[in-house]
């Protein structure tokens, strides 16, 4: 049984950083691209940002883009998401998913083969 499994969430002031992981348990690791994706109270799950399956290509939305990094260490199973000069409307649940390849995942609706169960992260003024 795969899963996907964030950590990291918490609470932090606006210009503040976090870093999230997610640690991938069964052998889809190194076959999947991943991602990152987050839902906010009252809205959609939207696309963060993703990198490929060997980790040498990153895509991020344009509203995180500059801010967040995306990295991957196969050897681990662990994708990570590190995010800078954050601000309130950051503010959501954070989800890793894996896909069968980075561009798939900013598809709508996003075609990807597995999903974490979610972090909070919240951002105050």
């Known amino acids: 049984q795969v899963q996907l499994v964030e950590s990291g969430g918490g609470l932090v002031q606006a210009g503040g950083s976090l870093s999230l992981s997610c640690a991938a348990s069964?052998?889809?690791?190194?076959?999947?691209?991943m991602g990152w994706f987050r839902q906010a109270p009252g809205k959609e799950r939207v696309f963060v940002g993703a990198?490929?399956?060997?980790?040498?290509?990153?895509v991020y939305a344009d509203s995180v883009n500059g801010r967040f990094t995306i990295s991957r260490d196969n050897d681990r199973s662990t994708v990570y998401l590190q995010m800078n000069s954050l601000k309130p409307e950051d503010t959501a649940v954070y989800y890793c998913?894996?896909?069968?390849?980075?561009?798939?995942?900013?598809?709508?609706?996003?075609?990807?083969?597995?999903w974490g169960q979610g972090t909070q992260v919240t951002v105050s003024l």
């Open positions: 998913a894996a896909a069968g390849s980075k561009d798939s995942m900013r598809s709508i609706p996003p075609r990807t083969n597995y």
């Open positions: 069964g052998s889809i690791f190194s076959s999947n691209a």
């Open positions: 990198v490929s399956r060997r980790g040498g290509r990153t």
